[in-house]
């Protein structure tokens, strides 16, 4: 059951940092860290992907609410949105991946290119967010790691002071259940940069070949 969830952390870490390298700053899974970015890029002699950096919280929002009115559509018709939001993401990262081979690298200016590969990446990665919420409500979170190194750390001190067997084993479990899925993150995080490195043109085409096997894995999680 945890072959997906290591699959979508390694997604989320690798697409996150993809889209930092080549679009100068932007974080395609952790939105809210681009006001960051985007205050730097304002207060610096170049002001690249300050556009995009505005706009990711917007979209990201709009794809969530979205993705809620889709959701609600199949369930008023007694059936699942699961398959159809991942053929989504699929398709947002086949969009970004065929718009990027014709214009990486990007220039260090914003560009329509750049803007459009941007939001394609915030989309499909709003999309995984809130497939959490729906349909993998009892996985740990697989997009942004701060939550569950918290949870971890916690669950080590408590090992430390737990004399409760029962509950000594409740925490092994999750701890057994959150380390692989930030080591996934971290490892897709290190193969993008690789990637940007030694490979440019392949890197927005690993995410779709990612989703390929995420489809066919879309069954291995833990049912609410």
Not at 91 to 105: D, G, N
Request: hydrophobic share 55%; glycine share 4%.
């Amino acid at each position: 059951m945890a072959h997906l969830n290591r699959l979508l952390s390694f997604n989320a870490g690798y697409v996150d940092t993809a889209s930092f390298l080549a679009i100068h700053g932007l974080f395609a899974a952790h939105v809210t860290g681009n006001f960051v970015t985007l205050g730097a890029a304002l207060v610096s002699n170049n002001h690249a992907g300050a556009w995009a950096k505005l706009s990711a919280l917007p979209m990201f929002c709009i794809t969530i609410l979205l993705v809620k009115l889709l959701d609600q559509f199949f369930i008023k018709r007694a059936k699942t949105s699961y398959p159809t939001l991942l053929k989504m993401m699929f398709l947002f990262f086949i969009l970004a991946a065929v718009i990027s081979v014709f214009y990486l690298p990007f220039p260090f200016t914003d560009t329509w290119s750049s803007f459009a590969v941007g939001m394609l990446l915030v989309a499909a990665m709003a999309i995984q967010n809130a497939i959490h919420r729906l349909h993998w409500v009892k996985e740990s979170p697989t997009t942004v790691m701060t939550g569950s190194t918290t949870q971890l750390m916690l669950d080590v001190g408590e090992l430390f002071s737990q004399s409760n067997p029962e509950k000594r084993q409740i925490i092994q479990q999750r701890f057994k259940s959150i380390f692989p899925t930030m080591l996934s993150f971290a490892l897709g995080c290190a193969v993008a940069a690789i990637v940007f490195k030694f490979a440019l043109l392949w890197l927005f085409i690993v995410p779709p070949v990612l989703m390929a096997l995420i489809y066919w894995k879309k069954e291995n999680y833990k049912k609410a």
